[in-house]
């Protein structure tokens, strides 16, 4: 979700306009808020850190009891979350940004729209140094192979072979799945960029069994050493095979279907 579309559907809930022209309902409107495991756990750190509920910040900070910390622990490990260390810093710096642009936000509106943006890729700015040093290089290993898979594609005249599937999960809505931060798919690999919960990078693959049938034994062969080579190399605690555990010729074309996977096609190199 862009920040556009995320202060525009704060501001509906600011002002909202009569209820028969629009079906977007204030959140002070409802009698009783549920909170979502994620939007407990925000709730919590902007309380903690001395953001009352109508969103001013105070210095009183709060000192939880022992049972607060452990609910809040339990909502932490539905979310996935080891431990809160990256995420409470993330939650209260996004909510002060806000806050800025948005004078009259408070807590509840902040967790009931930012866990559709939240994504882990948030979390790198606040990993150690060596983290984020090994994220650039898993970054770098990660465009260089896209780009050496885009030039075997120029080889080949069939368009299945020369067709890619992209997406950027960083720049969509996240569809309940914070770990994926890009997929590059063609019709004989499948590369993915993931993050955990610590801001740490990591490459996923899978090679189509049938590789050769389709590239041929000399692409064949390049493909498989530049992979063999990634992953027993420098990044070899970076990068995992993962088995797609279904067919691949029927998941490459169902996945050509899905909203915000963008489908190029690449150009034959010219002989």
Not at 40 to 66: E, Q
Not at 134 to 161: P, V
Not at 175 to 198: D, G, H, P
């Amino acid at each position: 979700m862009t920040g556009n579309s995320f202060y525009n559907k704060l501001q509906n809930l600011l002002f909202p306009v009569d209820e028969h022209e629009s079906d977007i309902l204030p959140v002070s409107s409802c009698h009783y808020y549920n909170p979502s495991p994620f939007q407990k756990v925000m709730l919590d750190y902007l309380t903690w850190n001395g953001i009352d509920k109508k969103g001013n910040v105070t210095n009183k900070k709060a000192y939880p009891a022992l049972t607060e910390i452990q609910e809040n622990r339990t909502a932490l490990r539905e979310c996935g979350f080891a431990n809160g260390m990256y995420i409470e810093k993330l939650i209260v710096s996004e909510f002060l940004e806000m806050k800025l642009n948005i004078p009259d936000l408070n807590p509840v509106m902040f967790a009931n729209f930012y866990e559709e943006q939240y994504h882990n890729i948030k979390l790198a700015k606040f990993a150690t140094l060596e983290t984020q040093k090994s994220n650039k290089i898993t970054k770098e290993y990660y465009d260089t192979t896209r780009g050496f898979l885009i030039e075997i594609q120029g080889y080949f005249e069939a368009l299945d072979l020369r067709t890619r599937i992209e997406c950027n999960f960083t720049e969509t809505e996240n569809w309940n799945n914070r770990f994926r931060v890009e997929e590059f798919i063609t019709s004989f690999t499948k590369l993915s960029l993931n993050v955990n919960t610590f801001g740490k990078l990591s490459i996923n693959y899978f090679i189509n069994p049938h590789l050769r049938e389709l590239v041929g034994e000399s692409l064949g062969d390049a493909v498989e050493k530049h992979f063999a080579e990634l992953a027993n190399g420098e990044m070899k605690d970076f990068v995992k095979m993962v088995p797609l555990n279904r067919r691949y010729d029927k998941y490459f074309k169902e996945i050509q279907t899905i909203p915000n996977y963008k489908v190029t096609v690449t150009e034959q190199n010219s002989l």
